[in-house]
């Protein structure tokens, strides 16, 4: 059935009917029509290209996510913000600017947009940004490699990633391969439930840590395909609780490094981060690199398969909601 002007209408005033936000966000004009159109829109985070992956690869794998994110169906909208303004959705050009920036591109969580913005400065935005941007352009899905969670020993240093909260409060669906076991996985599952973040499973009935399947922990749902997904995101919405939604997906079995070398690395990476006091918003990029170097490289071979595999999954399940909306728009 062809897209009716009154649907058109109704995309454009759910856009519109959003907390009107006075700062200007660029919404590139691809996302922008998408959106307006009611179709398939995926987010995704850039701290995973300034701070997660050494360059080139982070370039390759950017361009390749958004590539995959098109061919399942989605507009990919890349979120960072540049020169002072934030922007969902980047060109290639702006893509590579911030690649070749790298870390010197400020991690930006939510208490830093401000002074990024305020600065007129270049912010790779962490989970807890993206969502935040993305749900003021009303984008509903968004994917990353891994969110953040409460830090080992989180207990005594309240180390605990601005992401939770972020998923506590802004109702966007984040796909991830769960949370890197360089984390107190329990715990920061318990912050979630403390939260009312639902945390689903994708195919399986047990959060997975990362670089492996599994973590022992069980999730609170399990979704067993893109509909199910996009019913659930439906549903939240709907009852307008306010809260994300965490779907994780687990590593593709070929690509799950094998678990001891990778604990040993977290290990010695741990310790090496306590010897060098490396703390707070610093920890995680630390951690990451050190991981990769230790492994010789299979760390990050795995994270760049995990990023992959998860865009294929959210950008089907974006699809599915965006049908999903349109069926119930034209049923009405
Ligand atoms: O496996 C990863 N986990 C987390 C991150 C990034 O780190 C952020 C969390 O940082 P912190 O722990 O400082 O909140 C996430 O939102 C994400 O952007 C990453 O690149 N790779």
Redesign the pocket.
Known sequence: MAFSAASRITNLRRHLDSPQVSINVKVAPEVSEALSLGRAVLAL?S??IS???PYPQNLETAKEVEAIVRQNGAVPATVAILDGTPCVGLSVEELEKLATLGTKAR?T?RRDIAHVVASGGNG?????A?MLLASMVQIPVFV??????V?RDGEQTM?I???LTELGRTPVAVFCAG??SI?DIPRTLEYLETQGVCVAGYKTNEFPA?FTESSGCKVSCQLDSPEECARLIEANSKLRLGTGIVIAVPIPREHSASGHIIESAIQKALQEAREQNIT??A???FL?ARINDLTGGASLAS?IALVKNNAIVGAKVAAALAQLRKREHCQK
């Open positions: 985070e701290t995973i701070h997660g992956m991690k969580a790779a935005t962490t989970v807890s993206t990353t490699g891994g969110i953040g969670g830090h180390d990633s601005s992401d949370v890197k984390l990362f707070g918003n920890a995680t990029p990451l994270n």
